[in-house]
């Protein structure tokens, strides 16, 4: 029972509102020296819990990584990039990165792409420059939409891509919890057959909304700029 004083330590820490990490390990430590570890197996076992679950910090080298490009200029190359391409809408652009990634996600790489790692540091500064070089200028309230939109091109490729994958966690659980409670065969690849259609539809509804989108950037930017005073206005 003595082992148990270790919820009494996380449960005061964050009563206290102490820091979450160091409230985790005084427990851990805690726990392991009331169930009878020597300090040094303590210490060993916090290792092997590391070791184990490495792939959770990997933010921690992700993100000064992504960082420093930003920083030398990543969106700026991925705007001048996006340059080039003069019939590459806004539109255009985000609806193949939609269909790329929802490629990947249904071969399984769910973690080329993501809103960290491809969104904030290529994919939204490229579907900004393409707005700007077709549209000018654009308001704050037109960016903040070609970001948010490059956000849903991403989210909705990998949500609907991911379940043609055959070992995905959700088909997974799906067939796990079918077969054990109604007493079926359900095998991962009918799921994963099934969810093809979906994905396609998903790729067609979405596709086209961001298609759209370009008529809306044209029809907002031009009624922002008629609302603005002109030079001569301006000078009165």
């Known amino acids: 029972m003595l082992v148990l004083l270790g919820v009494l330590v996380v449960v005061i820490g964050f009563a206290t509102r102490r820091n979450p990490l160091l409230v985790v390990g005084v427990a851990g430590i805690v726990t392991g020296l009331l169930g009878g570890l020597s300090p040094r197996e303590v210490l060993a076992a916090f290792g092997d819990g590391f070791a184990s679950s490495r792939a959770v910090t990997?933010?921690?080298?992700?993100?000064?990584?992504?960082?420093?490009?930003?920083?030398?200029?990543?969106?700026?190359?991925?705007?001048t990039l996006i340059a080039r391409f003069t019939k590459l809408t806004t539109g255009r652009f985000l609806a193949l990165y939609l269909l790329l990634r929802q490629v990947t996600a249904a071969l399984g790489l769910v973690s080329v792409c993501g809103p960290a790692q491809t969104v904030r540091p290529l994919v939204a500064p490229m579907a900004e420059g393409a707005a700007e070089r077709a549209h000018g200028p654009l308001t704050d309230k037109a960016r903040e939409k070609v970001r948010s939109f490059s956000a849903s091109a991403d989210n909705v490729g990998l949500f609907f891509g991911e379940d043609?994958?055959?070992?995905?966690?959700?088909?997974?659980?799906?067939?796990?919890?079918?077969?054990?409670?109604?007493d079926t065969h359900l095998e991962p690849l009918h799921l994963a057959?099934?969810?093809?259609?979906?994905?396609?539809?998903?790729?067609?509804?979405?596709g086209w909304r961001l298609l759209r989108l370009d008529r809306q950037l044209e029809r907002e930017l031009l009624a922002a700029n008629a609302t603005q005073p002109t030079a001569k206005e301006t000078a009165k």
């Open 58 to 79: 990997i933010f921690a080298i992700t993100l000064p990584v992504i960082g420093l490009l930003e920083r030398y200029g990543l969106q700026e190359q991925a705007r």
């Open 164 to 182: 043609v994958f055959l070992a995905v966690g959700s088909i997974l659980l799906i067939t796990g919890f079918v077969n054990t409670t109604y």
């Open 193 to 206: 057959l099934w969810a093809i259609p979906t994905a396609i539809c998903a790729f067609v509804v979405h």
